[in-house]
């Protein structure tokens, strides 16, 4: 039985092109063949390319285009390594791996994928109102973007704070986008300015996102109170209007 698995990690910071293949004797004994191509940079730069050969489940040797060569890791992977180093024409090949397959199939992913990216949706707001020397609590989020590194900096007058501040790890999002959230406790102070300032690949410099004003709980039920006789005026003014219609069509008029 023979399968084959590729997996692409699209995270910039480490980039991984695994190919897997897995042989099973009759004796149940169980050897795995793994090629790997693992890099960081975008030019390929710290490409390097990797043969893992597996017994059982066991790492048995590896050949890397770092080392160039095989290293053993069990008794018998030892003299395998040995054997396969030994040959000319077999480390050759491999050496050539690491441009066969590796930047190949790489510059394909970042022209495909790791390139492209998502605009951060951000929302900078209070959750949790302050009352006396209890501070209130800001939340700026960040939802909806790609790639998963970002950034996020709360600023009080344009100037960075970094005491009070908890921020959660980038989160899956669905559909391979990302969500963060950073809180901040805050003593509310008269003229001050606080916003978010958010650094991500799909910007071409920071941007920063204000504070949404708040509305407070007198000025709520002002609006509530103005809303509720603006909609009892209307319908009174509509019941007034059917009265006096009905009033006129019921009337007779007799000339003089």
Same mark, same amino acid.
């Given at each position: 039985?023979?399968?084959? &698995?590729?997996?692409?990690?699209?995270?910039?910071?480490?980039?991984?092109?695994?190919?897997?293949?897995?042989?099973?004797?009759?004796?149940?004994?169980?050897?795995?063949?793994? @090629?790997?191509?693992?890099?960081? +940079?975008?030019?390929?730069?710290?490409? &390097?390319?990797?043969?893992?050969?597996?017994?059982?489940?066991?790492?048995? =040797?590896?050949?890397?285009?770092?080392?160039?060569? @095989?290293?053993?890791?069990?008794?018998?992977?030892?003299?395998?390594?040995?054997?396969?180093?030994?040959?000319?024409?077999?480390?050759?090949?491999?050496?050539?791996?690491?441009?066969?397959?590796?930047?190949?199939?790489?510059?394909?992913?970042?022209?495909?994928?790791?390139?492209?990216? =998502? +605009?951060?949706?951000?929302?900078?707001?209070?959750?949790?109102?302050?009352?006396?020397?209890?501070?209130?609590?800001?939340?700026?989020?960040? +939802?909806?973007?790609?790639?998963? =590194?970002i950034k996020l900096t709360w600023l009080k007058d344009s100037k960075p704070v970094t005491s009070d501040v908890t921020s959660t790890e980038e989160m899956a999002d669905g559909d391979w986008y990302y969500q963060v959230h950073s809180h901040l406790e805050h003593i509310p102070k008269s003229g001050e300015k606080i916003s978010c300032m958010v650094e991500h690949a799909s910007f071409a410099k920071p941007m920063t996102y204000d504070l949404e004003p708040s509305v407070s709980e007198s000025d709520t039920n002002k609006i509530a109170i103005g809303a509720s006789g603006l909609v009892l005026g209307v319908i009174l003014a509509a019941a007034g209007l059917v009265y006096y219609k009905k009033k006129s069509t019921g009337r007779i008029l007799v000339p003089h």
């Open positions: 039985m023979r399968e084959r &698995e590729e997996d692409i990690n699209r995270d910039r910071t480490i980039q991984n092109i695994i190919y897997t293949t897995v042989f099973t004797t009759a004796h149940s004994n169980n050897s795995q063949l793994q @090629f790997m191509c693992i890099y960081s +940079s975008p030019d390929l730069s710290d490409m &390097e390319y990797l043969q893992i050969n597996y017994f059982n489940k066991v790492k048995h =040797a590896e050949f890397s285009s770092t080392v160039g060569k @095989f290293v053993g890791f069990t008794k018998q992977g030892w003299i395998d390594a040995d054997y396969w180093n030994n040959n000319t024409a077999f480390i050759q090949q491999l050496r050539g791996g690491i441009d066969r397959y590796c930047r190949h199939n790489a510059r394909i992913s970042f022209s495909t994928l790791l390139d492209k990216t =998502a +605009s951060p949706k951000v929302r900078v707001r209070s959750i949790k109102k302050g009352s006396g020397t209890h501070p209130a609590v800001l939340m700026c989020s960040a +939802s909806r973007f790609y790639p998963k =590194a």
